[in-house]
Structures are given as structure tokens and as C-alpha cells.
């Protein structure tokens, strides 16, 4: 039953290492509930400290974990479950069991990729990630990384603006919005993907919970892209696991003396996968994963969001009408993205906020019609969120 899993996890004083053993040595983690201590004691690298943690056999904090999943809709993956992925459960240390939100893939039976990169980014970084998001997702690869702000955040909107799932690994509750400007991010990825976590609802994240979660996702995948990470950096943290994992490592270069492109041009000099576009990366797995990547074609993806790389961009990633007509257009707009159509000019950029300000719409239902225009090609984004129209409209 679910509560005992809870409880073991749930003691203090415990290694993962140790649960694991426990599980190993009684089988279920109701056999340890119930053991006696001189059985515990059996367990290898098993302490009387240890031991003691286990005497405390109240299982109401279980039950109230088991009752803000069910009112938050979140679920419960344990080690011994069928739906567990093996690439995972193959790793030194795999969690006993995994919280999650959304639609779980087989991660087994997908190309999936970490995207991971430093908080302190450069628009450079920004842009690359959002752009190799994309190009991966578009491409038919599972794009995961950490939902941190910078480059996690941006890797993860690339692939959501592909129109593909996405995975986000957290190191608090999967109701803790860490940074708290990613609620939006959080929703949408529940929405299309998958949000997973080690820790129980309402768990809020510390700083040794980051290094611990970057194992699960490095483990979930076949391979990690660093796009932008300094000398020491937590990306680089979990590109060393991957290693560790036996799993391949990428990282897209940078200038030579940029500091946040220095652990980046280290791992390439030391054997990692030199990435400038997606192809990079997919074209290592087409013939692993067939029925994902076969015959993807090298390409470009579209300019990331907010950088320079859009404005020098003359014309849409694809061909687009220059002319739309809404009343006989097959495009199935919303009333949404009609407003914003007509609200937008050709020429002068205007704001998220002016928008929000114009249509009197929710700024989470403008951002989310200005993302599926983007995706039609109806709209150009330029930096600092603001967009314009790219088609001329006829009514």
C-alpha cells in the first residue's frame, strides 16, 4: 500500500541508499513497517540510529501526503511499479518513488534529451536553448530539464512552443512554483507533459535538494546538453552524473572568453558533443529510436524568443501567406487570437502588458493565443516580449 511507501520515505535520518537496501532485504516497504528491530539491523549499512527512526510508526503524515496528492491531482510512482522506467531504475542511486502531474511517457521507449544551463545566462544562452528546445521537440526528442530560471526555463518553452510535450524536474513540491514566475511554466508543462519531483507536496525547495534531482534527470534520458554553463555550475553537476550514468553529453559552444560559456567549451575539449543545432543530437539517435527520428531532416529551427538572432531574421522559419482573410481563412482561430490580430500592427512592436491593457483578456490567455500565432507564423516576436503581426489582414 501507498502509506507504507510514504512512511519509509518519509523517515528522517534515512539514506536513499538505506531505503533502497531495506526494500532489497524485506522485499516491500510494509515488511520493513513491520519488522523487528533486530531484522532491521540485518539491512546492509543498517545503524541503531537508524533503527530508532524506524520504531516511529504513525502513519498520519503518510495518509495526509496520500490526501494533497489526491486534492492536487498529483500521483504516486514507485520503484517496484511496472511504469517505473528502467533507464532510471539502472542508475547508483534511483528514487524509491517519484510524484508527478500530467501524461507520464514511456521514457523508456523515447529519445529523451536533458536541456539543462546556469541561472546567471546571457541572452546568447537564452536564445540557444529556447532554439535547440524547439529544433529537439520539432525533431521528435522528449526535451527534459529543471525548471530553474535561465536556461532550464527557456529550453523547456522551446519545446512547448514546438507543439510537443515537455518534462520538468523540480526539487521542491509540484505545488511549489520555484521561481515563483514560473507558476505559468509549471501549468503548461502539467498541461502537455509531465511535472515530476522526489519530494511530496508542499515541500519547499532547498539548495540540497537541486544537486540530488539533477541524477533524475540526467537518468531519465539517453543524453544531456549543456548550453550554457560557467566553471562551476550545476549543470555541470549533472552533465558529470550523466557521465557517471553512462549516458552521452552534449554542450553548445561559446566565445572563449565568455564565463558562462567556459564549463561548455571545457566539456567539448574533453569529449563532448560539439551542438550548434538540434540534427547534432538527433541524428546520434535516429536509428536507436526509428519510429521517433527516422528521416529527420537537417534544418533550422526558428530564432529563440528575445534575441538579437530574431531581429536580424528577415522571414518566417516557413513560407506564410502575406495576406490573411479571417472569413475564409482554414485556420481555426479563437476569438482570442483574432482580437490580437487585429490589435497588432505591422510595423510597431507592442507589449504583452498593452495587450493584456487593450483586450482586457487575462494575460495568461494572451500569452497562450500569441503563442499559437507564433507557432501559425501570424506574429513575430521581438525582444523584450513584444510582437508584432506578420501577415497583412483582409476581412
Not at 513497517?33 to 533486530?38: K, W
Not at 498520519?60 to 496520500?66: K, S, T, V
Request: aromatic residues 6%; hydrophobic residues 40%.
Amino acid at each position: 500500500m501507498l502509506k507504507y511507501w510514504l512512511w519509509l520515505t518519509e523517515r528522517p535520518g534515512l539514506t536513499n541508499q538505506v531505503r533502497l537496501a531495506l526494500l532489497r532485504h524485506f522485499g516491500t516497504p510494509e515488511a520493513v513497517y513491520y519488522a523487528d528491530p533486530e531484522e532491521l539491523l540485518l539491512t546492509e549499512g543498517m545503524t541503531a540510529a537508524q533503527v530508532q527512526h524506524l520504531a516511529e510508526r504513525d502513519l498520519g503524515e503518510a495518509e495526509n501526503i496520500l490526501e494533497a496528492c489526491d486534492r492536487l491531482h498529483q500521483h504516486i510512482l514507485t520503484i517496484q511499479d511496472a511504469a517505473y522506467p528502467d533507464r532510471l531504475k539502472n542508475i547508483y542511486d534511483p528514487p524509491c518513488l517519484l510524484y508527478w502531474q500530467g501524461h507520464l511517457p514511456a521514457f523508456d521507449e523515447e529519445a529523451a534529451i536533458a536541456v539543462v544551463g546556469t541561472r546567471s545566462n546571457t541572452p546568447y544562452g537564452v536564445a540557444c536553448a529556447e532554439k535547440l528546445g524547439y529544433g529537439l521537440a520539432a525533431g521528435g526528442a522528449l526535451v527534459v530539464s529543471g525548471l530553474a530560471r535561465g536556461i532550464d526555463s527557456a529550453a523547456l518553452r522551446g519545446a512547448l512552443r514546438a507543439g510537443k510535450p515537455a518534462v520538468g524536474v523540480t526539487g521542491g513540491g509540484l505545488d511549489v512554483f520555484y521561481p515563483r514566475e514560473n507558476q505559468y511554466l509549471y501549468e503548461d508543462i502539467a498541461a502537455a507533459g509531465v511535472l515530476i519531483s522526489e519530494y511530496p507536496p508542499g515541500t519547499e525547495p532547498k539548495g540540497a535538494h537541486f544537486p540530488v534531482r539533477n541524477r533524475i534527470i540526467s537518468g531519465l534520458c539517453v543524453g544531456t546538453l549543456v548550453v550554457e554553463a560557467p566553471e562551476r555550475s550545476g549543470a555541470l553537476i549533472t552533465a558529470e552524473t550523466a557521465l557517471e550514468q553512462g549516458r552521452d553529453v552534449f554542450a553548445v559552444p561559446g566565445p572563449i572568453d565568455a564565463p558562462c560559456s567556459a564549463g561548455c567549451n571545457r566539456l567539448i575539449r574533453e569529449g563532448a558533443g560539439l551542438t550548434a543545432d538540434a540534427w547534432d543530437i538527433l541524428q546520434e539517435y535516429a536509428e536507436a529510436f526509428p519510429a521517433k527520428l527516422s528521416g529527420t531532416p537537417r534544418r533550422e529551427e526558428p530564432a529563440a524568443l528575445g534575441y538579437q538572432a530574431r531581429q536580424q531574421q528577415t522571414k518566417p522559419a516557413r513560407k506564410v501567406p502575406p495576406a490573411l482573410d479571417l472569413k475564409k481563412t482554414d485556420l481555426k482561430l479563437t476569438d482570442d487570437q483574432i482580437m490580437l490580430l487585429e490589435l497588432l500592427g505591422e510595423e510597431e512592436p507592442l507589449l504583452v502588458d498593452d495587450l493584456v491593457d487593450r483586450t482586457q483578456l487575462p494575460a495568461r490567455r494572451v500569452l497562450s493565443a500569441l503563442t499559437v500565432l507564433e507557432m501559425e507564423h501570424l506574429v513575430t516576436q521581438h525582444s523584450g516580449k513584444r510582437y508584432t503581426r506578420a501577415v497583412t489582414l483582409y476581412k
